[in-house]
């Protein structure tokens, strides 16, 4: 069948949201309207004739409403064959009668932890009827069209639906349990339970938008945001101005977001980033400053790139963003006069992001891999100075130690085999990427000093700078090539077969070195 005339529609809502509205449209097509507990409450509150579902079944709500649609009376009108003889018999012999049109949104299960409820209040916003009912509906979608979402209202508030529409809403409805359930079965392993990585994992996501296309134009890619809430990231960002962001503009702006948040209680600080990675980062008295620090770092690679900032954006640090094309911004919030000098750059994207992340969040990482994928948790590892360990003869003293934990926070976001050298709170060399150690180092103080030529400088800023390699250095030919570069502290995790190797190194060229004991692979 396609066109179906509503008669009966059984509406059951935990989000009442446009839910009265319905029920008149309805009512005024000559729909006759069954209702539960507070819909029933809210539909008789506006003036509308409702059935109660005790009335339909002959039996009364109980045990707090746990059980009252749980009934073959309910699940017989959902499920019955219209066209199939045996079906419609059975219906007769035992007065159940048909449902055209089911209206269920489920209990705020994910929203009741996300609030911090206790477990008891957590395990009975377990909803059983409302996903018995959807399932059955949609399954009977030939027949029955299932309502999950608001935004649908409009559609069978003209007392009829077509067959398009009804194999839509099954879809949708399919999608709405399968997330649910996932959502219920996540805090039960993970919270419940306290398992880490549990026999299945599921994980619900809703679709925020549809991209151009993926890192590639022949690529096709779509956004989604995990289901429930709570989280804060580049995905919840609310987009100011700009062209629509691609794919790659997410994943470098979430580059550039993760590493700025870093410094989320620290110093007015600035990080712009190309193809994921950093190419300049640093701190300063004011967002200006920092601004002009980080992009003194790589003039070149920051043509394009992404910027993210600890503070709301000023008129004077906009200014100087708007010198170069820039794709993206993102900034906690901006003021009326930056927000006006981006207006003129119509094609930049400026994100506002309100919070910044918490770098200490607990939470997965999760990556595809061909028949698979690999899940961990994320590296929200940080080192403090007390946890340090120095190796080598001489110690850091206090501004190297200050460059040693800028430079190692900075590394923990470029890709392996990372090598920064930082000074002054500014990064000055950041190699990225390689296959091995020796060649990271020597990029990044070649970038330092190509910097340095194109700023007029009378030297590199390697020069008296700390180098922090998120990896131990397996000879002491990289430690080397950062002697070369001018480096006098170094910063590693330690852990080699050669550290005796690379410490001596160290001692003979008067470097300052420490151990973390921390590793920052990121591939």
Request: with cysteine; aromatic share 6%.
């Amino acid at each position: 069948m396609s066109s179906i005339q509503i008669k009966r529609a059984l509406l059951s809502v935990s989000d009442k949201t446009g839910i009265v509205e319905l029920g008149e449209a309805l009512a005024a097509k000559g729909v006759e309207l069954v209702s539960t507990g507070g819909t029933a409450k809210a539909l008789r509150d506006a003036g509308l004739a409702v059935r109660d579902i005790s009335d339909l079944t002959g039996f009364p709500e109980m045990m707090d409403g746990r059980v009252k649609t749980l009934h073959p009376v309910v699940h017989g009108g959902l499920l019955a064959v219209r066209e199939d003889p045996r079906h419609m018999g059975s219906a007769s012999e035992h007065g159940i009668g048909m449902i055209d049109l089911v209206v269920v949104n489920l209990y705020p299960f994910a929203q009741t932890v996300a609030k911090g409820a206790s477990r008891d209040e957590i395990i009975e916003n377990i909803d059983i009827g409302g996903p018995s009912m959807v399932r059955s509906a949609a399954k009977n979608h030939a027949y029955v069209a299932i309502v999950t979402d608001p935004a649908d209202y409009g559609v069978v508030a003209t007392g009829e639906t077509s067959l398009e529409d009804r194999r839509r809403f099954a879809a949708k409805a399919y999608a709405l349990t399968a997330q649910y359930d996932a959502a219920i079965a996540g805090w039960f392993a993970h919270v419940d339970q306290g398992q880490r990585f549990p026999e299945t994992v599921a994980v619900p996501m809703i679709k925020q938008a549809e991209l151009r296309y993926g890192e590639n134009p022949h690529q096709i890619a779509a956004l989604y945001t995990q289901a429930g809430g709570g989280v804060n990231g580049i995905a919840q960002a609310r987009q100011v101005q700009g062209k629509e962001l691609s794919y790659n503009n997410y994943n470098d702006a979430d580059a550039a977001l993760e590493l700025v948040s870093e410094f989320r209680d620290g110093p007015p600080t600035v990080v712009i980033v190309k193809h994921a990675n950093p190419c300049g980062v640093a701190t300063g008295e004011t967002l200006i400053d920092a601004y002009k620090a980080a992009f003194a770092c790589d003039t070149v690679s920051a043509f394009g790139g992404i910027i993210a900032v600890n503070r709301p954006l000023d008129e004077a640090t906009a200014e100087a963003i708007s010198g170069i094309f820039t794709e993206v911004v993102c900034a906690p919030d901006a003021d009326d006069a930056a927000k006006a000098v981006f207006a003129r750059k119509k094609n930049l994207r400026l994100l506002l992001t309100g919070d910044l992340p918490d770098p200490a969040r607990r939470g997965r990482a999760m990556k595809s891999i061909a028949g698979g994928f690999l899940i961990q948790s994320r590296d929200d590892g940080r080192i403090t100075a007390d946890e340090l360990k120095v190796v080598t003869k001489r110690a850091p003293s206090e501004q190297e130690l200050k460059d040693c934990l800028f430079a190692w926070t900075v590394a923990k976001h470029v890709k392996s085999n990372a090598i920064v050298y930082a000074r002054d709170g500014s990064t000055a060399g950041v190699g990225a990427g390689q296959m091995n150690r020796l060649e990271s180092a020597r990029i990044a103080a070649w970038k330092a000093k190509d910097a340095a030529d194109k700023a007029g400088w009378d030297q590199s800023r390697t020069i008296g700078s700390a180098v922090a390699s998120d990896a131990f250095f397996p000879f002491a030919d990289g430690l080397l090539a950062a002697v070369e570069a001018g480096a006098t502290a170094v910063i590693q995790p330690g852990g080699s077969i050669r550290d005796d190797e690379v410490i001596a190194a160290a001692d003979e060229a008067g470097l300052a070195m420490v151990f973390t004991g921390m590793r920052h692979f990121r591939h």
